[in-house]
């Protein structure tokens, strides 16, 4: 009965290499993002999707490219990984805010995807 | 751009009350939240200001001053299972995207 499901746990490969990070949530959420947490812990979102559209894209290089296939899944590809992009990725979902009422809508975190590259 | 501060290391002993404050600047404000994340762990939501005051749920309440860009996450009987790290976040823009502090690490002693 996991909420965010994310897979590989951990993920070992070599500089130059491509690979993928899978993320499914079963909370009926609206909203998915993936998140890059650093060796200091600074957690920095890098995509959102709202029922698979991408709502935020921040400053990440092309490289990194999410799809999001149905709104209960959110996956992340990486091209030639580089030693800078060890990290720990998180997928995270929530339902959309209401501007009007000022409510919060929490984010649920999958349980994270170790990266190292060699 | 959004920047936020907090500090980053706090120590408390067991049953003490500690408080954490985060001071952010940012444009298109829309309220702070605050999460918790055990080492090794996922981040996971603790509380939620969309208007000043204070928020309580049980032993941990948030308070939120937006006229300041000021809040703070108090957390009361700490316990041993409180030693985590805990992150302020804004949310701004869309509401949905999150900019989260660098955390503040609290060592909970006996």
């Known amino acids: 009965d996991t909420a965010v499901s994310q897979t590989p746990k951990y993920l070992v490969t070599q500089m130059g290499n491509d690979k993928s990070i899978k993320c499914e949530q079963n909370?009926?959420?609206?909203?998915m993002y993936w998140y890059k947490q650093d060796s200091k812990k600074f957690l920095k979102i890098m995509f959102s999707?709202?029922?698979?559209?991408?709502?935020i894209n921040e400053t990440v290089p092309n490289r990194f490219s999410p799809k999001s296939p149905d709104k209960a899944h959110l996956n992340l590809h990486i091209n030639s990984l580089e030693l800078g992009d060890s990290a720990v990725y998180f997928c995270a979902s929530s339902q959309e805010l209401s501007r009007v009422t000022y409510s919060n809508q929490p984010q649920h975190f999958g349980d994270g995807t170790r990266l190292s590259i060699l | 751009g959004q920047s936020l501060e907090q500090p980053s290391e706090v120590t408390a002993v067991e049953g003490a009350i500690v408080q954490i404050n985060c001071t952010y600047q940012t444009s298109g404000f829309y309220g702070l939240s605050w999460y918790q994340q055990h080492d090794g762990g996922a981040p996971t939501f603790l509380s939620y200001?969309?208007?000043?005051g204070l928020e309580e749920t049980g032993r941990f309440s948030s308070f939120l001053s937006r006229s300041d860009s000021y809040g703070y996450l108090l957390l009361q009987e700490l316990q041993m299972k409180d030693s985590a790290s805990y992150f302020c976040?804004?949310?701004?823009?869309?509401?949905?995207?999150?900019?989260f502090g660098t955390g503040t690490r609290l060592q909970v002693t006996l």
């Open positions: 976040a804004v949310h701004t823009g869309t509401a949905s995207k999150l900019t």
């Open positions: 909370l009926g959420h609206d909203t």
């Open positions: 999707y709202n029922n698979k559209e991408l709502i």
């Open positions: 200001n969309g208007l000043d």
